[in-house]
């Protein structure tokens, strides 16, 4: 969530576009896109740890992701960083599971840590 710590203005502005009905209307299948993507390759990773329903709990993950950074951008007071380590609190028994880096396009093993917050993006998925 630094990103959207760090560039607050620019996601907000973002988000609030992204939620006016005529802005949506042009950009619908960018979006769409963009999210098929994403929960793919969390269902990969998914997959790779051997997770129930791996489609599913992509698309609980992302939205989880998504609704985080949604109610930091509304909600003033938001307590961004404590949902965050509990949503990775949720995942910490995959530890050391194989997890997609988008950037390289390669698996790689990763740590999951209880105090790194998610950063979700197109380029990268990082825990």
């Known amino acids: 969530m630094q990103i959207l710590k ?4 620019f996601w907000r502005l973002l ?3 992204r939620l006016q009905n005529k802005v949506v209307g042009h950009v ?3 979006i769409k ?20 329903a791996p489609a599913l709990e992509a698309k609980l993950l992302f939205a989880a992701i998504d609704g985080m950074a949604n109610h930091f951008l509304l ?8 949902v965050a380590s ?9 530890q050391n599971k194989k997890l997609w880096n988008l950037r390289s396009g390669s698996i790689a093993s990763s740590t ?3 105090t790194t917050p998610w950063r979700c993006s197109r380029g990268s998925f990082i825990i």
């Open 6 to 9: 760090q560039k607050y203005a």
């Open 15 to 17: 988000h609030s576009l």
């Open 28 to 30: 619908v299948v960018q």
């Open 33 to 52: 896109a963009h999210v098929a993507f994403v929960e793919e390759k969390i269902k990969e990773n998914m997959e790779g740890a051997v997770v129930p």
């Open 75 to 82: 909600l003033n007071d938001y307590p961004i960083d404590e």
């Open 86 to 94: 509990l949503l990775i609190q949720k995942y910490k028994p995959l």
């Open 112 to 114: 999951l840590s209880g």
